[in-house]
């Protein structure tokens, strides 16, 4: 089971089972960039996700907390992206 208990951003399987989360985006301060940066993922378009060394082209899933789920499923992996580090990793790709 993955957990949500830190602040980091990770990749797992997709199949794996996620544990419930321990903190929304409302018990966390973001800066204005953030706040807008959060806002606009949508489930609508294609994202280009970097993530230890990994690169893939995702979905969108759902917000768990404060940790965006991506999933690519060329692989079956899910990236998740803690809100602080989403500006760096997640880049929408223009199709």
Same mark, same amino acid.
């Given at each position: 089971?993955?957990?949500?208990?830190?602040?980091? #951003?990770?990749?797992s399987?997709g199949?794996?089972?996620?544990a419930?989360? $321990? @903190?929304?985006?409302?018990?966390?301060?973001?800066?204005?960039?953030?706040?807008?940066? !959060?806002?606009?993922?949508?489930? @609508?378009?294609?994202? #280009? $996700? #970097?993530?230890?060394?990994?690169?893939?082209v !995702?979905?969108?899933?759902?917000?768990?907390? $404060?940790?965006?789920?991506?999933? #690519?499923?060329?692989?079956?992996?899910?990236?998740?992206?803690?809100?602080?580090?989403?500006? @760096?990793? *997640?880049?929408? *790709?223009?199709?």
């Open positions: 089971m993955e957990t949500f208990n830190n602040t980091d #951003s990770w990749i399987m199949r794996h089972k996620l419930p989360y $321990v @903190q929304t985006t409302a018990d966390v301060e973001m800066d204005d960039a953030t706040d807008r940066a !959060c806002r606009k993922v949508n489930d @609508q378009d294609i994202y #280009s $996700v #970097s993530l230890a060394g990994k690169t893939r !995702c979905t969108f899933e759902y917000w768990h907390g $404060v940790h965006a789920l991506f999933y #690519s499923s060329k692989d079956d992996w899910r990236f998740i992206v803690h809100y602080s580090d989403l500006r @760096q990793v *997640v880049k929408r *790709v223009k199709v």
